[in-house]
């Protein structure tokens, strides 16, 4: 089992930079890839970013790539979202998550097996 908790939501002006944490627990947590996903009202779960166990490759949906920056701690069983230049339409519940297995680096929510409980995140224009 991995236990995941987020934190660091908020609500922000536009324009403005929120940090979202997800602190592991459970397993080794640098032998899994991490990602993030948001959920806005009425909308599906949507992909936002991806880092491997070692942390050296990043993934970004092309709605945020460049203004979100997703990196870990290991030794803090730690992994962030740095989110710059919000839009309202960053408006969601973002989520950690872990995939089922060791090693695999993946971007599709129906891998991922271990979820937080989510931190909501409201940009005002």
């Known amino acids: 089992q991995v236990q995941l908790v987020e934190s660091g939501g908020g609500l922000v002006q536009a324009g403005g930079s929120l940090r979202l944490s997800c602190a592991a627990s459970?397993?080794?947590?640098?032998?899994?890839?991490m990602g993030w996903f948001r959920r806005a009202p009425g909308k599906e779960r949507e992909f936002v970013a991806a880092?491997?166990?070692?942390?050296?490759?990043?993934y970004y949906s092309d709605s945020v790539k460049g203004r979100f920056t997703i990196s870990r701690d290991n030794a803090k069983n730690t992994v962030y979202l740095q989110m710059s230049s919000l839009k309202p339409e960053d408006t969601a519940v973002y989520y950690c998550?872990?995939?089922?297995?060791?090693?695999?680096?993946?971007?599709?929510?129906?891998?991922?097996?271990?979820w937080g409980q989510g931190t909501q995140v409201t940009v005002s224009p």
């Open positions: 998550a872990a995939p089922g297995s060791e090693h695999t680096f993946v971007t599709g929510a129906s891998m991922y097996h271990y």
């Open positions: 459970g397993r080794t947590f640098s032998d899994y890839t």
């Open positions: 880092i491997t166990w070692s942390g050296t490759s990043t």
